[in-house]
């Protein structure tokens, strides 16, 4: 899971420099406010990883960097989905080591990513109906 969040934070953070250039100011704060908690997941990971004795040693995945607005959208939304199947195959995995402590903290970190991927389904969904340019009025 490091290595997809580590990928995401990149990635996520490079979509917030394309919107914000194009001017989608709006879009823009509320990207930023949707990844709020995503440096803290990956400390939290790393720590767990630590305290069950593990070693920090992944790869970070290629991101894949949108440069318009619907790519920014749809990579991002694919990412969201990888990370909700890894997450619930975690679950899995813990489950089977009989870990609660993790299972907690990585419930509540697929709380926070179902949230991050329904708002991304929205703004998808958004943009369809609206077309981009009524899209992009609602948020610069
Ligand atoms: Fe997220």
């Known amino acids: 899971?490091?290595?997809?969040?580590?990928?995401?934070?990149?990635?996520?953070?490079?979509?917030?420099?394309?919107?914000?250039?194009?001017?989608?100011?709006?879009?823009?704060?509320?990207?930023?406010?949707?990844?709020?908690?995503?440096?803290?997941?990956?400390?939290?990971?790393?720590?767990?990883?630590?305290?069950?004795?593990?070693?920090?040693n992944f790869t970070i995945a290629q991101p894949h960097i949108g440069t318009n607005l619907r790519e920014v959208l749809q990579n991002d939304y694919e990412l969201q989905k990888n990370a909700r199947t890894g997450l619930n195959k975690l679950i899995k995995e813990v489950d089977e080591l009989g870990d609660a402590t993790t299972r907690n903290l990585i419930e509540e970190i697929l709380a926070d990513e179902e949230e991050h991927l329904s708002w991304l389904e929205q703004e998808l969904n958004l943009l369809e109906k609206l077309g981009e340019p009524l899209y992009l009025s609602k948020r610069m």
């Open 1 to 56: 899971m490091l290595a997809i969040y580590w990928k995401a934070l990149i990635q996520h953070k490079s979509h917030i420099a394309v919107i914000q250039s194009e001017g989608v100011s709006l879009l823009a704060s509320e990207m930023t406010a949707k990844i709020a908690d995503e440096p803290q997941t990956i400390e939290h990971l790393q720590n767990r990883l630590l305290d069950l004795g593990g070693v920090i």
